[in-house]
């Protein structure tokens, strides 16, 4: 059974930092293209970055450069997505999610993944 199960978002105040974690199961882990996306209330899910299968190349959305950083560990079938100066405009529902094997086609966009995460709420509020 396949699943991605996100961890480590919160409240945080402006400036703020956290982790964000992804573990996986139920697939190969070392073999997929990992994406993080992200959806705040009333608007569509939207790409933040990802991470390739062997975690040579990595891709991010503007916005988040300089501020966001995709990281994985194949060892333990985990994605991470370390978030550093929040702003208010990055809180929502922060996503997960697993490519077809070896495909680094379509990153930026949701059909370009096979797998979801069920998300983890990120509020950026003083």
């Known amino acids: 059974q396949v699943q991605l199960v996100e961890s480590g978002g919160g409240l945080v105040q402006p400036g703020g930092s956290l982790r964000l974690s992804c573990a996986a199961s139920?697939?190969?882990?070392?073999?997929?293209?990992m994406g993080w996306f992200r959806q705040a209330p009333g608007q569509e899910r939207k790409f933040v970055a990802a991470?390739?299968?062997?975690?040579?190349?990595?891709y991010s959305t503007d916005s988040v450069k300089g501020r966001f950083t995709i990281s994985r560990d194949n060892a333990k079938n985990t994605v991470y997505l370390q978030v550093n100066s929040l702003k208010p405009e990055d809180t929502a529902v922060y996503y997960c999610?697993?490519?077809?094997?070896?495909?680094?086609?379509?990153?930026?966009?949701?059909?370009?993944?096979?797998?979801w995460g069920q998300g983890t709420q990120v509020t950026v509020s003083s």
């Open positions: 991470i390739n299968w062997i975690g040579g190349a990595t």
């Open positions: 139920g697939f190969t882990f070392s073999s997929r293209t």
């Open positions: 999610a697993a490519a077809s094997p070896y495909s680094d086609h379509g990153l930026t966009v949701s059909d370009g993944y096979a797998y």
